[in-house]
């Protein structure tokens, strides 16, 4: 994975997806920056940040992707295995459905992915050194260069999904005491069901990620 390290960036996702249609660059390709000032983060909100956090997009094209993995799911599969790259370093970070890095209760960053033409960007945010007032940062100290580095040796072995969902569906309790939007409807997680395929099914209705 080739990796372009910049200071400041309005978006991580608009740089690159700007860089593909303006270069053409050979992909993979991912963008990194040291501060970021507009970025994109759920339901359209903004993911701005302070300077040393993670601000990350990454482009893999589709026949880089495995196999079994439906594009629905891609969030949870790359960050689950952002998370697991933490916690191989000693973090207790986990995964709230669909897209959500969290300690304890509080969130400390989150993925989104966009399907473009025939490739698959994915946005990163993460607060590795500092978190906004109502978030929290990473319980680890950990060099960017070196998180992302080993984050994408895993990115690279593409491993399949069923590896993946299997030990995230262990960890899914973790979920019980939060909710999701729904159509800008709070829904509980209490009584979700995870389903194969990364989906939920929350009172026999089946949701899917959509970012």
Not at 55 to 66: D, G, Q
Request: proline letters at 3%; glycine letters at 6%; aromatic letters at 12%.
């Amino acid at each position: 994975m080739k990796i372009l390290y910049l200071d400041e960036v309005d978006s991580t996702q608009k740089y690159l997806k700007k860089l593909i249609q303006n270069s053409t660059p050979d992909l993979p390709i991912a963008v990194s920056s040291e501060s970021q000032t507009n970025g994109i983060g759920s339901r359209n909100n903004s993911w701005s940040g302070i300077s040393g956090n993670l601000f990350l997009s990454f482009a893999l094209p589709f026949k880089e992707l495995p196999n079994d993995l439906k594009l629905e799911s891609a969030s949870i599969y790359f960050a689950y295995l952002l998370k697991e790259t933490l916690a191989e370093s000693g973090s207790k970070v986990f995964i709230k459905w669909p897209n959500d890095f969290y300690l304890n209760e509080k969130k400390i960053g989150g993925m989104i992915t966009t399907i473009v033409e025939d490739y698959l960007i994915c946005g990163v945010g993460l607060n590795l050194v500092a978190a906004p007032q109502g978030f929290e940062k990473i319980d680890i100290k950990i060099e960017k260069k070196v998180l992302l580095e080993n984050y994408f040796k895993k990115v690279e072995k593409k491993v399949l999904w069923k590896k993946v969902f299997s030990k995230y569906r262990l960890e899914f309790h973790k979920n019980n005491k939060f909710f999701v939007h729904v159509n800008e409807k709070k829904v509980s997680l209490s009584n979700a069901i995870l389903e194969a395929d990364g989906s939920l099914n929350i009172d026999g209705e089946r949701i899917y990620s959509l970012r």
